[in-house]
């Protein structure tokens, strides 16, 4: 039974530029539009903005809801990554949080200077375990997509330390969404 779909639009450098994604409805034998990732990149092939949409059955009109714009160093290194919310109010994005990474080459790992948040992932870059420490014993859920926006892994955690295991996963950049009943947030970690 066919269920979902995802259709890709490429650049010319070959780079993910929209990704969407649909379901299929048994009822009217048609694919219902469900939500669409936009990427834009620099000359260097870095993803400079990931805007997500989710499709507005009522005015069949995408609507924005969810935005994250990154700026890197000389190296290629992610410095800042911002996070936005749509604000359909007053029709514009409006600050959610913001991360800062510094990075040295006397060290194989980012060290992330977080914003009000509540937890560390590390190692990061990693081979295999990746570690999430936080200050909370309730319940939070960990989502990690393939940069292209692919749905790789979900699970749910309780406590202040757990350990993921990355080692069946291809080499690459991966986003980590931990998501609890007070916060949401998304970081980049590279599985080496």
Same mark, same amino acid.
């Given at each position: 039974?066919? /269920? =979902? /779909?995802i259709a890709y639009a490429y650049d010319t450098n070959g780079n993910v530029t929209e990704y969407i994604d649909y379901e299929w409805d048994s009822v009217t034998s048609n694919w219902i539009v469900r939500y669409r990732i936009a990427y834009a990149y620099d000359t260097n092939g870095n993803v400079t903005e990931y805007i997500d949409y989710e499709w507005d059955s009522v005015?069949? +009109?995408?609507?924005?809801w969810y935005r994250i714009a990154y700026t890197y160093d000389t190296n290629g290194n992610v410095t800042e990554y911002i996070d936005y919310e749509w604000d359909s109010g007053i029709h514009d994005w409006v600050y959610y949080s913001k991360r800062v990474s510094y990075w040295s080459e $006397?060290?194989?790992?980012?060290?992330e200077n977080?914003?009000?948040?509540? =937890?560390?992932v590390y %190692? +990061? %870059?990693?081979?295999?375990l990746l570690t999430i420490e936080t200050d909370r014993f309730d319940q939070y859920s960990i989502n990690i997509t393939s940069l292209n926006g692919q749905f790789i892994y979900h699970t749910t955690l309780e406590g202040p330390t757990q350990q993921i295991d $990355?080692? %069946?996963f291809q080499k690459g950049i991966y986003f980590i969404t931990i998501r609890s009943k007070d916060f949401v947030t998304t970081e980049k970690?590279?599985?080496l």
């Open positions: 039974i066919v /269920r =979902y /779909r005015t069949s +009109n995408w609507i924005a $006397l060290t194989t790992s980012i060290s977080s914003i009000d948040l509540n =937890y560390i %190692p +990061n %870059p990693t081979n295999d $990355l080692s %069946p970690i590279i599985k």
